[in-house]
């Protein structure tokens, strides 16, 4: 039996179903489960961990990433395209990547999302040049010690037949069926606890054919996995629904079995009333990505209506190439003053931005083991030291997390594991992993 109690913290937010914040408490964890919530718990034998000026919060979860796309952040002819012409620019380069870039880049990102946090992360792999293979990010995420839910992307209509992605990064449909039933036999784990869920996920709805979107869903209902893709980013993307399939992207999604809980679109920025009381009524997930939104000029996603409508929303930092940065706490942030562009400062608070980036997340990706913290939960545990430069002077820990800093975690758990100490990796060499980037960077470049 192993046990880590962490004591002291200044305030515990439970994300409980009251929502219990507990000022001077602790969490004791017992071989990867929390075994208690409370003040003054007794552990004699425990490995003790100290909070005091810390707030500790479930640990965060990212809902959509394309990890591999670490190696091309900043790419100069990307800086400033939207969404289908930064695509265009990036093809080139995604193409010519093979198993070690996708493994790298993926450590780098699954540290980065680590280090703000993050300790339950998907990801969207849609390409595999050069043998690159799923397994590759499973592995990433295994060394790192993240609970990972990777899905397995796909593309098959290139330029020639009227998509936008260049021939050589597209797949035949068959091979694309075929390779997800190997992921999800492979490696899904569907048990309480599991660290490897694998979801289907076709690109997006103009990277594919309709057959594979519906046959997608087939597969995922009869292997009782989840099914992922980018939805409604921006008017493009609608307009192209419009044009090619005669209808709006939530009634092209119904129509292909792609609505249910089992579901989770990323963006949505683009969905009407209709679509969001759709998604409501059918459970379907949203994984919002405010920073990307932004960087790509998408616009802002409905997401107030859609809480208020009863829609399950998560956070994604989407990938490193559209955001560019890949910090889930400052996503969080984002969420909230994005909001509050448009709808004025009471349309989220801190709080709620919080609950989002945590249970709302775990909710998204179907978990109910995750995103709070209660006893016979999973002990997925952020600390967060508010006595640094970022919070001071704050009259409200939990709302200065949000409201103001840390960025960057001090002790990270998951499982009970730790994956961060006093703000360092200890999973991995992670100086060495960033100069292995480095020099995959300057080969791609050159
Ligand atoms: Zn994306």
Redesign the pocket.
């Known amino acids: 039996m192993s046990e880590i109690l962490i004591r002291h913290a200044d305030v515990v937010v439970t994300m409980n179903p009251g929502r219990q914040e507990l000022s001077g408490a602790d969490v004791l964890v017992r071989d990867g489960v929390i075994a208690a919530v409370g003040n003054g718990l007794v552990a004699p034998a425990a490995e003790v961990v100290d909070a005091s000026g810390c707030v500790v919060t479930p640990g965060l979860v990212n809902t959509?990433?394309?990890l591999y796309q670490t190696l091309t952040r900043a790419v100069p002819g990307g800086q400033d395209a939207l969404l289908f012409g930064w695509l265009k620019t990036l093809y080139p380069i995604w193409a010519r990547f093979g198993p070690e870039e996708i493994f790298v880049s993926a450590k780098v990102g699954l540290a980065e999302l680590a280090l703000s946090g993050c300790t339950l992360t998907s990801d969207?792999l849609y390409l595999f040049p050069n043998g690159a293979r799923l397994e590759d990010t499973i592995h990433a995420a295994r060394e790192v010690g993240l609970r990972f839910h990777p899905t397995r992307g796909a593309m098959s209509i290139g330029v020639s037949d009227g998509g936008l992605p260049p021939d050589s990064l597209v797949e035949r449909e068959a091979a694309i069926l075929d390779d997800m039933v190997r992921m999800v036999d492979g490696f899904h784990d569907p048990a309480e606890g599991s660290m490897c869920r694998v979801g289907l996920a076709p690109c997006?709805p103009f990277s594919v054919s309709r057959d594979l979107m519906r046959e997608s869903a087939l597969l995922a209902r009869d292997k009782g996995v989840m099914l992922h893709t980018?939805l409604a980013?921006n008017d493009e993307d609608v307009a192209y629904s419009l044009a090619q399939f005669g209808c709006r992207p939530g009634q092209y999604a119904e129509d292909l079995g792609w609505t249910g809980d089992d579901v989770w679109h990323?963006?949505c920025v683009k969905l009407d009333g209709s679509e969001i009381g759709l998604f409501a009524r059918s459970a379907t997930g949203v994984s919002h990505?405010p920073c990307?939104n932004c960087r790509l000029g998408s616009g802002v996603a409905p997401v107030r209506a859609m809480r208020d409508a009863g829609v399950k929303v998560g956070l994604?930092v989407?990938?490193s190439a559209?955001n560019d940065a890949g910090n889930l706490i400052g996503e969080a942030r984002m969420a909230m003053l994005l909001q509050r562009v448009s709808l004025g400062a009471d349309a989220m608070g801190a709080r709620e931005a919080l609950e989002i980036a945590t249970l709302g997340g775990a909710r998204v990706l179907g978990r109910s083991d995750v995103g709070s913290l209660e006893v016979g939960k999973r002990a997925d545990i952020a600390v967060w030291d508010m006595r640094g430069v970022e919070a001071a002077g704050a009259w409200d820990p939990v709302a200065a997390l949000i409201l103001c800093g840390p960025t960057r975690v001090r002790h990270l758990f998951v499982e009970g594991r730790q994956v961060v100490r006093d703000g360092q990796m200890v999973t991995i060499d992670l100086p060495l992993v960033l100069e292995r980037q480095r020099a995959l960077a300057a080969r791609l470049a050159g």
């Open positions: 959509h990433h394309h969207h997006s980018h980013e990323a963006h990505c990307s994604g989407d990938g559209s």
